[in-house]
C-alpha cells in the first residue's frame, strides 16, 4: 500500500483487511465498511473528495448494488432521471432552493463559484492547466494528465480563468472597418 500511497486503518485478520475498516485510495478517496480476506465485502461506503459518496453491498471487491449521491445532495436515479435533462437545465441548487434574482448568473451548483487559478479551466474535478496537460484536485492535489480527447472537451466546454470576447473577428467587424469602405449606408 505504502509503494501506491494508499493506506489502511481497521482490522487485519492473517495479515489482511478483515472486519472493519477505511482504507484510503492515493486520490484521497476513502471506503469505509466492511472487509473480507483483503477485499471490499459487505456494506461499505466510498467517499470522494468532492463531496459525493456511493453506499453500496460488496461482494469480494465488487459493488453487487449501491446508490450514487452528489455532493450536493442529489441523489442518482437509474430511471425516470430528470435532472439537467434537455427540459430542465437548472441546478440541483436550483431546483431546491429557487433561481438567483435577476442579473446575479449561476455558473456552477456552488454560489459563489470556485475561483479559478490563472490560466486554467474548472473541470468539475479540479482544475485544469492546459499548458501541463495536467488536472489537480481543487485543493491542488496531482489527479491525472489529460489525454487528447479530454484536453479538447476541457478546452471547448468548461469555464476558464479568463474572460475573452467569443464570435467576433476583429478584422471583419463592422466596428472596426473604416467608413469610406463600408457597405453600410
Not at 431546491?96 to 434574482?101: F, M, Q
Not at 487559478?117 to 491525472?144: E, I, K, M, Q
Request: net charge negative.
Amino acid at each position: 500500500m505504502e509503494l501506491t500511497g494508499s493506506s489502511y486503518k481497521g482490522d487485519i485478520k492473517n495479515g489482511r483487511m478483515d472486519g472493519k475498516g477505511e482504507y484510503t485510495f492515493p486520490t484521497e478517496t476513502t471506503y469505509e465498511g466492511e472487509m473480507k480476506d483483503g477485499m471490499f465485502h459487505g456494506k461499505g461506503v466510498l467517499h470522494f473528495p468532492n463531496g459525493s459518496k456511493y453506499e453500496a453491498t460488496w461482494e469480494n471487491g465488487i459493488a453487487k448494488q449501491g446508490s450514487f449521491t452528489f455532493a450536493d445532495g442529489l441523489q442518482y436515479q437509474e430511471k425516470d432521471w430528470d435532472y439537467c435533462d434537455g427540459y430542465d437545465r437548472r441546478f440541483y441548487s436550483e431546483r431546491c432552493n429557487g433561481l438567483r434574482p435577476a442579473g446575479e448568473s449561476q455558473l456552477t451548483d456552488l454560489h459563489p463559484p470556485r475561483l479559478i487559478p490563472d490560466g486554467c479551466y474548472d473541470c468539475g474535478d479540479g482544475f485544469y492547466d492546459p499548458n501541463t496537460r495536467v488536472v489537480t484536485s481543487h485543493s491542488g492535489r496531482f489527479l491525472r494528465n489529460a489525454d487528447d480527447s479530454e484536453h479538447e472537451w476541457i478546452v471547448r466546454t468548461c469555464r476558464k480563468a479568463w474572460d475573452e470576447v467569443a464570435g467576433v473577428d476583429p478584422e471583419k467587424s463592422v466596428a472596426t472597418i473604416p467608413e469610406e469602405t463600408s457597405n453600410i449606408n
